[in-house]
């Protein structure tokens, strides 16, 4: 788990790795030295992104990483993860989309797509949830598999329309790739259904989705 940041940094980050720690029957180790990406990651069944932000890897690490993926590695990505490495092309292709901004701190609606996965089959079909919502360059539907979206309907400051995937889950090269947007506050890394959310991404990315 990485959670390096070069620009804006979560006052939730302390919360959310501890949560990581005790969501499921697994290991997490957690750093934010650039110098762990470059070497070793093959020892993981995954790697999740938290919240990291801006630049975070070296040249090493960005080729560590595509060749970690490419040869069946997981990777999580959580919240800010969109807001990352917008210089590496690869990221923003490996991710699927791209952080362009979000209204307020909010309640609003989240709409389940996808009842079946492992990250979303535990969740009602209209999850309610306060976060920041964010909004993205375009959606990724059609290069990821959509899971949730949000209803813009029920917040104000929305700027994708009717299409706003908030969780997907794609494959790439070998590995497999869960991002979800969710995750601003430290309450949310608390709440139950977050949780059981985040353990079913990082497990199918695992490739261990029971």
């Known amino acids: 788990m990485y959670t390096r940041t ?7 980050l302390p919360d959310a790795v ?3 720690r005790t969501l499921g029957d697994f290991d997490v180790v ?5 110098a762990a990406l470059e070497t070793g990651l093959d020892r993981y069944a995954a790697v999740v992104f938290l919240s990291t932000s ?3 890897l070296t040249p090493a690490g960005r080729d560590h990483l ?3 993926v490419g040869s069946g590695g997981g990777f999580v990505g959580v919240h800010a993860a969109a807001c990352t490495e917008y210089g590496w092309p690869y990221y923003g292709d490996l991710l699927g989309a791209r952080f362009t901004r979000h209204p307020e701190y909010q309640p609003g609606r989240v709409l389940i797509e996808d009842s079946r996965h492992p990250a979303t089959r535990h969740l009602p079909t209209v999850w309610e949830v306060e976060d920041e919502w964010y909004d993205f360059e375009a959606s990724p539907r059609g290069a990821v598999h959509v899971l949730a979206v949000a209803d813009e309907s029920s917040y104000t400051g929305g700027g994708m329309g009717d299409d706003h995937p908030i969780a997907w889950c794609r494959e790439h090269g070998g590995g497999r790739v869960f991002y979800t947007a969710l995750g601003h506050a430290s309450a949310a890394y608390a709440d139950p259904g977050f949780r059981s959310h985040l353990l079913g991404g990082v497990l199918w990315a695992a490739d261990r989705p029971d």
């Open 66 to 68: 595509a060749r970690y």
């Open 30 to 34: 957690h750093t934010e030295d650039p």
């Open 54 to 56: 801006g630049d975070v």
């Open 18 to 20: 501890a949560a990581f």
């Open 6 to 12: 070069t620009g804006y940094r979560h006052d939730s």
